[in-house]
């Protein structure tokens, strides 16, 4: 069975730009959800969407976004870049009754200047 | 606030060595994870443990769950150079995938 895949693994932006990333979840997993790793906070929880609607949300800005689509397929946005949003992205999916179970894609590389 | 303390943050032994690695929080969690996570990769799922006291073995590799569900621990029997890598514990609530992370353990094993 393939795994989560994410795409793009490497972004370069400017500061005020956006930005789009795109998460494949495992076939069958309907649940998606997303986190921001940096170094000095480790593993950030962003949202997490199940059925093509947000079903949790972390502390962060409206500034970053995200949507499922009917095939659980998921992206996020991130509007008005910022130099601290540079970090990896990862995109985690998981069995509805079993969300906590988070298999993890290799994630985005972004980087912000 | 980190709602998920680990320890130590580093830790670099010689090949063979046994180690501990705790999880610990104020808070109570239904479930708690464990992953493992290499340079450049994602985390990779070790264990789900859901029941407080409850002990489970992966090979060299046991982790407990907390009588009060509020703190876990990894033991790793005669570490291998293969064990090295970033560990992170998650708790959840619930069946839900909003996990709050610790913010991990750097294992180096030498040979």
């Known amino acids: 069975k393939a795994g989560v895949t994410q795409t793009p693994r490497y972004l370069i932006k400017t500061r005020g730009q956006q930005v789009t990333l795109s998460c494949s979840p495992i076939?069958?997993?309907?649940?998606v959800s997303w986190y921001q790793q940096t170094p000095g906070q480790g593993l950030q929880f962003l949202f997490e969407?199940?059925?093509?609607?947000?079903?949790n949300k972390g502390n962060f800005p409206g500034r970053f976004s995200g949507r499922q689509f009917s095939n659980s397929r998921s992206e996020m946005n991130v509007s008005t870049l910022e130099l601290g949003d540079s970090a990896l992205y990862l995109c985690?999916?998981?069995?509805?009754?079993?969300?906590?179970?988070?298999?993890f894609g290799p994630g985005t590389r972004l980087t912000v200047t | 606030t980190q709602l998920l303390e680990q320890s130590p943050q580093f830790l670099s032994i010689q090949e063979g060595e046994n180690l501990t690695v705790y999880c610990n929080s104020s808070?109570?969690?239904?479930?708690l994870q464990w992953y493992r996570q290499e340079p450049g990769e994602g985390p990779v799922l070790l264990v789900t443990v859901v029941t407080g006291g409850e002990v489970k073995k992966l090979k060299r590799l046991t982790f407990q769950f907390g009588d009060a569900r509020k703190d876990s621990s990894l033991h790793i029997t005669a570490a291998q150079t293969g064990d090295t890598g970033l560990y992170l514990c998650a708790g959840g609530w619930g069946s839900q995938g909003n996990l709050i992370f610790g913010k991990g353990t750097k294992l180096s094993v030498k040979p």
């Open positions: 969407y199940f059925s093509e609607t947000q079903r």
């Open positions: 808070s109570v969690f239904s479930s």
């Open positions: 985690a999916s998981s069995f509805r009754d079993r969300a906590y179970e988070q298999y």
């Open positions: 076939s069958g997993h309907r649940s």
